[in-house]
């Protein structure tokens, strides 16, 4: 008796979970679903209705076990029912049955239903065979809800018992129709020294549930999916407002990945979109770039932000994917939007480039001066580019050239440096309203 009651005590103890609902948000329209739930089971072999499970489940993902009897409670089948109640449902289920209708002029038919498609019914009533067209119904009067039709997509299953009658059940399973991306808010002081940095999350949900009390975590990172196979069926708040936000979000690593827990439980209605704030705002410093490249800005320069996400630049944390939107304040303390950009998964130490746009007093042209045959295969290039500063200040325009083939620089008006097998980079100081040509002659070769 007294080994009985030691093996019941281990296998059959009661739980009491706090957090009965647990959300794992991905990158990638997905998430997984931890719900534990009390239920009453009868003994040996019957039946167990789970609803109100996301409508966008992977069936073949779920798993279930009874946290107070895990040996003495299994699935013997499962069944995903998704047919949910509508009227069309309804009606088809209600062919070669007796139903009423009433018209919005108050013409009342009363007969066998015979067919139900998308503009008009079929009745046979006792004086022959009637045909309504649906936009002037008003009302269908049914004897009782067919059989067979649920109210919220449900997972059933077929479980054999041998444990209490009453139990705690967590049931676990992926579904699509929910996603979560960053975004952040950089202000730029009116000197143009350091900006503030604050971090948003977005949340949103389609997948068909109501997820209330839950315990929310997020994964940043590139999580593989394999293929299915046949599987059943906002902006942000003002920038001044999200400075004061506190932390909510507890950063840790997790396998190969990041992961993201929020600090709180909290309710994620069906489509809805939810903010939460990633970090509190970061003091960063950085540094405004100008860039010409032909090839890739088409005759512009444009105008990037960078820093180092460290501690010495005053950051230094793991930053999700998402968009940077970048304001500059005012001489009257407004703030004013001057850019965005995305960025990808970035982690601690990596530098974060940002384009703004395009510099409006900062001009560049680039042409090829001479091309001439110097063999069969092989020939020299001059390249010149002119660039124009209209500012009342000097600046520092970095050009980049993207070259070809085996090739040689043999004369050049600048220093440059090579940044890999195709590219080579000048760094070209203009001074106030002045202009500087840059030219240079390549040999190349195939």
Known sequence: MKKTMMIFIVFC???????????????????????????????????LSFKDVASQIDPTSVYFISKTCPDKLYVIEQNFEYDLVGSEKILS?????????????????????????????????????????????????????????????????????????????????????????????????????????????????????????????????????????????????????????APQLEEKQFFEY?????????????????????????????????????????????????????????????????KIRVYKKDSDGSQEFIGEDNISHTPKGEKINLLLGNAFDLTGKRKMVSVD??????????IETILKNHKDIPVTIYVYEHLWGNWKIVKSSHKYNKKDSSTIKFAVQVEPDSTVKIEYTSVISW
């Open 258 to 322: 990041h992961m993201y827990t929020l600090n709180r439980l909290a309710t994620i209605k069906n489509n809805q979109i939810k903010q939460i704030t990633l970090f509190p705002s970061a003091r960063v410093n950085y540094k405004k770039t100008f860039t010409f490249d032909e090839r890739r800005y088409n005759n512009k320069i444009a105008v990037r932000l960078v820093f180092e996400n460290n501690k010495k630049s005053g950051l230094g944390i793991p930053l999700p994917e998402g």
């Open 13 to 47: 103890s009661a739980i009491f979970a706090q957090d009965r609902v647990h959300v794992t948000i991905y990158n990638q329209n997905r998430a997984l679903v931890k719900e534990i739930r009390s239920v009453k089971l009868r003994k040996g072999t019957g039946l």
């Open 373 to 382: 045959k110097t063999g069969k295969k092989s020939r020299k290039e001059t």
């Open 93 to 245: 289920k209600y062919i070669d049955k007796k139903v009423s209708l009433t018209t919005k002029d108050g013409n009342e038919f009363k007969g066998i239903l015979l067919s139900n498609s998308r503009g008009d019914v079929v009745l046979k009533t006792d004086s022959g065979i009637e045909i309504v067209q649906k936009n002037i119904l008003e009302r269908f009067s049914l004897p009782k809800l067919p059989a067979g039709l649920i109210t919220k997509p449900t997972l059933v299953w077929q479980v054999n018992n041998s444990g209490p009658e009453k139990q705690d059940v967590e049931v676990t399973y992926l579904t699509t129709g929910m996603n979560w991306h960053a975004e952040y808010i950089a202000v730029i002081d009116e000197e143009e020294n350091k900006l503030d940095l604050t971090g948003w999350v977005s949340i949103n949900n389609n997948t068909g549930k109501l997820f209330r009390d839950a315990k929310i975590k997020l994964i940043a990172g590139d999580v593989h999916i394999a293929r299915e196979q046949g599987i059943m069926g906002s902006s942000a708040a003002d920038a001044a407002y999200l400075k004061k936000a």
